[in-house]
T-cell receptor, first 113, second 113 residues
């Protein structure tokens, strides 16, 4: 049982490049989400999904896309990277988003130059 | 505005000492409050989850309290260890229409030998 896995762990992009951050969980959780964590700020929700085929925007969705074709995987796509997207990105999963604890992945540290 | 404020921002204590971290929130309505521990370079890990009707919850040397009337929570760490050095994040679940987690900025604890 690996929990929540994320790849890559580190990534450097040039402005304008695109990439996909991978996230997978093996706990059969319906709810998955992406957060970004910036210095001096709490984690902020980018996008979330309540099940395969269902996604919705969080509080900071601009510049990011998601899809949920399977219960296990929830990739985050950066369409055209900007320096403002330099951050640490965490994927999380839980049985539902209200009552149960969330399990976080190890994070991806992204730098956009 | 729904907010979660934590204090102090950072704290240094000697190994073996106790400490208490504070969390004040203005989230309403809310259904639960969580404390997470985040080691440097890792994802947050859940310590406790308390519903609005619970006053206290323990997890080993960690004890969380909740006063829903004053909208305050605290996390008490007993007999601190070097491994307690981490950021501690208070999170409140806003159970209004949108239903979302609201994160505090965290308290960074350093335990020195």
């Amino acid at each position: 049982n690996a929990g929540v896995t994320q790849t890559p762990k580190f990534q450097v992009l040039k402005t304008g490049q695109s990439m996909t951050l991978q996230c997978a969980q093996d706990m059969n959780h319906e709810y998955m989400s992406w957060y970004r964590q910036d210095p001096g700020m709490g984690l902020r929700l980018i996008h979330y999904s309540v099940g395969a085929g269902i996604t919705d925007q969080g509080e900071v969705p601009n510049g990011y896309n998601v899809s949920r074709s399977t219960t296990e995987d929830f990739p985050l796509r950066l369409l055209s990277a900007a320096p403002s997207q330099t951050s640490v990105y965490f994927c999380a999963s839980s049985s539902d988003r209200s009552s149960y604890e969330q399990y976080f992945g190890p994070g991806t540290r992204l730098t956009v130059t | 505005k729904n907010q979660v404020e934590q204090s102090p921002q950072s704290l240094i204590i000697l190994e073996g000492k106790n400490c208490t971290l504070q969390c004040n929130y203005t989230v309403s309505p809310f259904s639960n409050l969580r404390w997470y521990k985040q080691d440097t370079g890792r994802g947050p890990v859940s310590l406790t989850i308390m519903t609005f009707s619970e006053n206290t919850k323990s997890n080993g040397r960690y004890t969380a309290t909740l006063d829903a009337d004053t909208k305050q929570s605290s996390l008490h760490i007993t007999a601190s260890q070097l491994s307690d050095s981490a950021s501690y994040i208070c999170v409140v679940y806003f159970s209004g229409n949108t239903g979302k987690l609201i994160f505090g900025q965290g308290t960074t604890l350093q335990v020195k030998p």
